[in-house]
C-alpha cells in the first residue's frame, strides 16, 4: 500500500510537498514492534540506570528518580523515531522539523520553563530536601511529597498541597527542620514579676530533665527573654530526636502549664479593668441646681 500526499494543480504542484509512504504490513509490523520493545526496552534501561546511581553515584532516590525521568523521556523520543522510521519516513527530517519547533518556542519565551528545570537539576542533586522531610521554601511550610522536573509539591496542613516552581524554591531560602538527626525545641512561657524567679527557672529544668525524650547532652536551659508590660518571658530550650519534636513540645507545655500553677506561680494574659463612677446625681445636688 502507497500512501501519496501533495498538492494538485501545475504552479502548486511543481513547489508543494510530495512525501511517499511505503506502508506494507510488514513495515507497519516492524513499526509496532518497535516500539513495544523499544518501550520495553527504554523502562528495563531507565531502572536499571536508576540503580546505577542510586548504588555507585551515591544519590537519594529523588534524585536518581529525576534523572530517570529525563532519560525516559529521550529514549521513549529515540523509540517513536526509530518506529517512524520503518514506515518510510525521512527521520533526518522529523528531526530538523522538531529542532526548529524548539528553538521558536524557546525563542518565543520560555525562560522561566528553562530556569526551573535547571533549578530542579540542581535541587536533586545537592540533595537539599526528600520526600518526606519537613521544609520551608519561599516562605511556605509543610512536608515534602513530590520534586518534579520543573516544580515541588510540598502539603501544609495536613491536607493542603503547595506547588512551588523549582526556580523559585532555587532563588529563594530553604529551610530543612528534619535533615539532622537532633532538633532543639524553644518553648516561650511568662510569668507575673511577682513570681519567685529561682523557683520559675527549677521548674521547668525539671521538666525538661525528667521527660524520657529530652536528651542529655546538650543540656537543658532557662534563658531570661525579657521584662515585657505585663510579664516575665522565659525560654525553655531542650534537645530531642528529631521524630519526637512535636510530641515532646506538647508534653513540655502541658507540664509548664500545670506546673507552675501548682506551685502557685501566675501566668499573666492580657485583660482589662473597667471602673464605673456613679452617674446618678446626689439629691443635695439636685437641690442646688434647681
Not at 511543481?14 to 526496552?41: D, K, M, Q
Not at 529521550?74 to 528531526?95: C, E, K, P, Q, T
Not at 532555587?170 to 539532622?180: A, E, P
Request: aromatic share 8%; hydrophobic share 50%; proline share 3%.
Amino acid at each position: 500500500m502507497q500512501i501519496f500526499t501533495g498538492s494538485s494543480g501545475d504552479a502548486a504542484g511543481a513547489s508543494g510537498l510530495n512525501l511517499s509512504l511505503n506502508i506494507t504490513p510488514e513495515s507497519l509490523l516492524l513499526a509496532v514492534l518497535a516500539l513495544v520493545i523499544g518501550y520495553l526496552v527504554a523502562k528495563l534501561l531507565v531502572r536499571w540506570i536508576e540503580r546505577l546511581l542510586q548504588k555507585q553515584g551515591h544519590l537519594s532516590e529523588v534524585a536518581s528518580g529525576l534523572l530517570g525521568r529525563i532519560i525516559s523521556v529521550l529514549l521513549y523520543i529515540i523509540v517513536i523515531l526509530i518506529a517512524v522510521s520503518f514506515l518510510g519516513v525521512d527521520v533526518n527530517g522529523v528531526v530538523l522539523g522538531l529542532s526548529a519547533i524548539v528553538g521558536l518556542v524557546v525563542a518565543f519565551g520560555l525562560k522561566d520553563t528553562i530556569n526551573n528545570f535547571a533549578a530542579g537539576i540542581w535541587i536533586a542533586s545537592m540533595n537539599l530536601f526528600e520526600k518526606g522531610e519537613e521544609v520551608t521554601i519561599a516562605g511556605h511550610w509543610g512536608i515534602v511529597q513530590e520534586i518534579g522536573i520543573m516544580a515541588t509539591q510540598i502539603t501544609a496542613a495536613g491536607s493542603t498541597i503547595i506547588t512551588i516552581p523549582n526556580g523559585k524554591a532555587w532563588n529563594d531560602s530553604i529551610i530543612n527542620y528534619t535533615r539532622n538527626p537532633q532538633r532543639r525545641i524553644d518553648q516561650s512561657f511568662g510569668v507575673s514579676y511577682e513570681s519567685d524567679m529561682g523557683e520559675v527557672v527549677r521548674i521547668a529544668l525539671g521538666i525538661a530533665r525528667d521527660h524520657p525524650k529530652v536528651l542529655d547532652t546538650p543540656e537543658p536551659a532557662v534563658i531570661f527573654a525579657e521584662m515585657a508590660d505585663s510579664s516575665v518571658n522565659f525560654t525553655l530550650r531542650c534537645w530531642v530526636n528529631t521524630p519526637d519534636y512535636y510530641g515532646t513540645k506538647a508534653d513540655i507545655l502541658r507540664s509548664l502549664h500545670a506546673d507552675l500553677i501548682a506551685a502557685g506561680i501566675e501566668i499573666p494574659y492580657p485583660h482589662v479593668d473597667v471602673a464605673f463612677r456613679n452617674a446618678i446625681p446626689e439629691a443635695g445636688e439636685n437641690e442646688g441646681t434647681g
